[in-house]
């Protein structure tokens, strides 16, 4: 699985959401747009909620209202928060898993935003970037570049490491020369930590390097305790 992208929009804006769905695809991430992509037959609530939770951010385009005919009423400047509830729920979702929400401003200013009442605070309260601001899109975009080379080398190396675990390591504090040996049995999805097992206890409070055989040697860096194994977060 790649960095994943959830775009919540109104309906009203299909252009523009497919526009910067492209964008975020040339920078290598996975996009699912939460309208187009559900097929015909799909329970939609179902769809949504399960590529929330596996998404990585959410971006909440904000747009210019659509005033509606007979007994509208309201200046609310997000399109569907009255036809289109789902909005706020894929940003409660977001904000209970705590991933980054980015709203994205489209022909909308900042001020106005910021102002906006009929907006929850959840997002108003978030740094909106102005996507007709071609600094601020090409500043947003080299970001994802950036989270999506990083998740993908975390995955690579989780996908490596799953396939040869459990494996013998040598590690050592980072303050004392002494090396240890130990077994490195897990690591987690994200590739950010790993669980290392050793047969005598040891405390180790500062940084750690180990060092284990899989297609060549690799080096990590470290943080944390290890008492007859233990969790460690890699940095």
Not at 77 to 92: A, C, D, K, Q
Not at 159 to 176: G, H
Request: net charge positive; glycine share 6%; charged share 25%.
């Amino acid at each position: 699985m790649r960095y994943k992208i959830f775009i919540s929009y109104s309906t009203q804006y299909n252009w523009e959401a497919r526009s910067i769905q492209e964008k975020l695809i040339a920078c290598g991430a996975e996009v699912f747009l939460d309208v187009l992509d559900i097929a015909f037959g799909e329970d939609i609530e179902e769809k949504i909620l399960d590529n929330l939770n596996s998404c990585d951010e959410l971006w909440v385009l904000i747009t210019q209202a659509t005033h509606l005919s007979g007994d509208y009423r309201g200046s609310n400047i997000i399109p569907g928060s009255e036809t289109r509830p789902y909005i706020w729920l894929e940003t409660g979702v977001a904000w209970f898993r705590g991933i980054p929400i980015i709203p994205i401003l489209i022909m909308v200013s900042p001020s106005t935003f910021s102002s906006n009442k009929d907006i929850p605070y959840v997002l108003r309260k978030k740094k909106a970037v102005d996507w007709t601001d071609n600094t601020q899109q090409t500043l947003l975009l080299n970001n994802i570049k950036i989270k999506v080379s990083k998740v993908n080398q975390f995955k690579e190396r989780c996908k490596r490491c799953q396939t040869e675990l459990p494996t013998s390591i040598i590690f050592s504090n980072s303050t004392s020369s002494k090396r240890r040996k130990g077994i490195l049995s897990q690591i987690s999805c994200n590739g950010k930590g790993c669980f290392i097992s050793t047969n005598q206890p040891c405390k180790l409070n500062n940084n750690i390097q180990i060092e284990f055989k899989l297609k060549g040697k690799i080096r990590h860096q470290l943080k944390g305790a290890i008492k007859n194994g233990v969790g460690v977060e890699i940095h």
